[in-house]
């Protein structure tokens, strides 16, 4: 098990460029499912959830290679079961129920790992595929579907869910009929799957908002797609340039998708400035200070920018709340960062974060992925060295971290534990 060490107090100076979108890849790369014809992706980023992802594929039938932050795939024969040993890695496999039901009739595909029907959003995906007249059962902890052929209906989530969304957009590319889904997610990763698939010969209209119609069609067929940037690891990126008071220039860095975010780190006294040739530059302008944050779905403050944001309001002037409105567990990189000298205080779903003059460096274990990201940011401020240890859930979302912040000034590597 890799950990990563970093020796903090320098600022960053220089160029980032941003990878591939993590939350575009997975659902995009589980569309290619509904090709007819080679597909070709680029920008994919290079992370154990795309192999992850990869891996799937050719268990369900499709023939994958990635090289150069490229995937080609091209289905030969699909099969209908998604196994435990990978879904237990990927919430995100969950997708593939749609594409299978729609072309397959039928799909078994395992329980994503602690997860019960009715607990988690898989509800959601399964209430709104029934309304396309899937049926489903709990079969020895998979869910199988089954279904003549899927028709077009009028489908209200019950709240904003990004995954159910790209379930039923990809079933309903290729569903008779026409599909209207309202109470939809509008984050922009939906948005990219929706242009993938439109790629590919779907009818998808209204991507972007709460109301998405779409129109199915007899076969989809293959396509050469650009990957969106991620933006959040953009995200990430801005609050490493503004918590280590330096100066980067983030290249490929979709700033409309991060309004929220720039809105905040601006009212901490970050200036972010977007330059013509889509680059944006980040330091700090003046003092920081607290802040008060709530996470709202798309195009509210992101969930997956939270622990990030809390990190640099660690070190700003005075307090700031954040309230984390999407799930009900996600402070646990509090008491790492109060390892490290952070004064937060947790009430509920809020914290309550008052700035300290200095963090210092110590050894913390990350419990997720964005939790990950939050403990090196505090890392690369704080004083003396940081071990982060559990660095497995880092490598799920960020390409080549240690490398990209090592370029432009940090002293950080990775080491095994």
């Known amino acids: 098990m890799d950990k990563l060490i970093i020796e903090g107090g320098r600022p960053l100076k220089g160029t980032i460029r941003i990878s591939g979108s993590k939350n575009a890849a997975l659902p995009i790369l589980v569309a290619c499912l509904l090709a007819r014809g080679p597909v070709r992706l680029s920008n994919v980023p290079h992370l154990r959830d795309i192999n992850t992802s990869l891996k799937l594929l050719n268990i369900l039938g499709c023939d994958t290679s990635f090289e150069n932050n490229v995937v080609s795939a091209c289905v030969r024969e699909l099969k209908p079961e ?76 019950d709240f904003p869910t990004v995954g159910g969304t790209e379930n039923l957009l990809m079933a309903a590319s290729v569903a008779k009929g026409c599909t209207i889904l309202e109470n939809c997610a509008r984050e922009p990763e939906v948005v990219d799957l929706a242009n993938f698939l439109n790629a590919m010969g779907a009818r998808i209209r209204g991507a972007g908002t709460n109301v998405i119609e779409i129109e199915g069609v007899r076969a989809l067929s293959g ?108 402070f646990m990189h509090v008491p790492e960062l109060c390892r490290m000298g952070a004064r937060i205080s947790l009430k509920d779903r809020t914290a309550m974060v008052r700035g300290v003059d200095h963090l210092v460096g110590a050894p913390v274990m990350a419990s997720d992925l964005r939790a990950s990201a939050s403990l090196v940011l505090a890392g690369l401020v704080a004083q003396g060295v940081t071990e982060v240890q559990r660095i497995y859930h880092l490598d799920r979302g960020y390409e080549r971290m240690e490398e990209k912040l090592s370029a432009v000034g940090a002293r950080i590597r990775r080491e095994k534990e």
């Open 223 to 330: 396509c050469d797609y650009r990957v969106m940037p991620d933006r959040i690891e953009a995200g990430t990126y801005l609050v490493a340039g503004a918590i280590t008071d330096g100066e980067l220039t983030l290249l490929d860095c979709p700033l409309q998708a991060l309004d929220a975010l720039v809105s905040k780190l601006r009212e901490m006294n970050v200036a972010v400035t977007p330059l013509d040739d889509g680059g944006v530059i980040v330091r700090r302008d003046g003092q920081l200070t607290g802040v008060d944050v709530t996470t709202q779905p798309h195009p509210g403050f992101p969930t997956d920018m939270q622990a990030q944001i809390m990190a640099l309001m660690c070190v700003a002037q005075g307090s700031g709340s954040i309230q984390e409105k999407i799930f009900e567990n996600r």
């Open 82 to 157: 998604a196994p435990y040993d990978l879904v237990k890695t990927m919430r995100a496999s969950v997708l593939c129920l749609g594409p299978l039901l729609g072309l397959l009739g039928e799909a078994r595909v395992a329980l994503p790992g602690g997860c019960a029907i009715g607990a988690r959003p898989v509800d959601q995906h399964l209430k709104a595929l029934e309304r396309m007249g899937a049926r489903f059962m709990l079969d020895g902890g998979y869910i199988h579907g089954i279904c003549g052929e899927l028709t077009g209906a009028r489908i209200i989530f």
